[in-house]
């Protein structure tokens, strides 16, 4: 199933991932990110969620993706239980084009395909350093579950944080 759904914030555009963006991708990965992968990496992660797989581009240019991947395992969120959950493994934005929204529209967005495609909540690993990711985070209703030591390949910490991605029953 190809997702076709394309937004507009301001001049930019959302949209999904195409196999051609690929390279792009990579190249704001590189320049954006201390945390590299493999072009099959991206290629397995663009065929298995498609939904969740968005890019920002202004005139046709790739400047900010998110990737993720659809999970089955033990709740993030709860003590006990299993979850269908969604993982945000990489978001980036290259700085000229930070605080315009891109973000926060690619997240939200990557969370509506988790929804789709039958997840109950969502969560990430990001640095404890990184206070703008963690507000950004935060202002989308991510809670910090636990802190992860030498999570990363240079021994920082990170936080997971997690959301609910099922509305408060009232």
Same mark, same amino acid.
């Given at each position: ?17 195409r ?19 493999? !072009?099959?990496?991206y290629? !397995? ?18 400047l ?7 999970e ?32 926060? &529209? ?14 109950? !909540?969502?969560?990430? !690993?990001?640095?404890?350093?990184? &206070?703008? &990711? ?23 910490? &990170? ?12």
């Amino acid at each position: 199933m190809q997702n076709s759904f394309v937004k507009r914030i301001g001049d930019y555009i959302l949209r999904p991932a195409r196999p051609e963006d690929i390279p792009k991708v990579i190249s704001v990965n590189l320049a954006m990110l201390p945390e590299h992968y493999s !072009e099959s990496f991206y290629d !397995e992660m663009l065929r298995e969620s498609p939904e969740t797989f968005l890019v920002a581009e202004l005139a046709g240019e790739v400047l900010g993706y998110i990737m993720c991947r659809i999970e089955y395992g033990f709740s993030t969120l709860k003590k006990f239980g299993f979850a269908r959950k969604g993982h945000i493994v990489s978001i980036a934005v290259i700085d000229d084009h930070r605080s315009k929204g891109l973000g926060s &529209a690619l997240v939200i967005e990557a969370l509506n395909g988790m929804r789709q495609r039958g997840c109950t !909540e969502a969560y990430l !690993e990001v640095r404890v350093s990184n &206070a703008p &990711a963690i507000r950004l985070y935060q202002k989308l209703d991510f809670k910090i579950v636990t802190r992860i030591s030498g999570y990363y390949r240079d021994g920082e910490e &990170a936080y997971l944080m997690a959301a609910s991605l099922v509305p408060p029953s009232t």
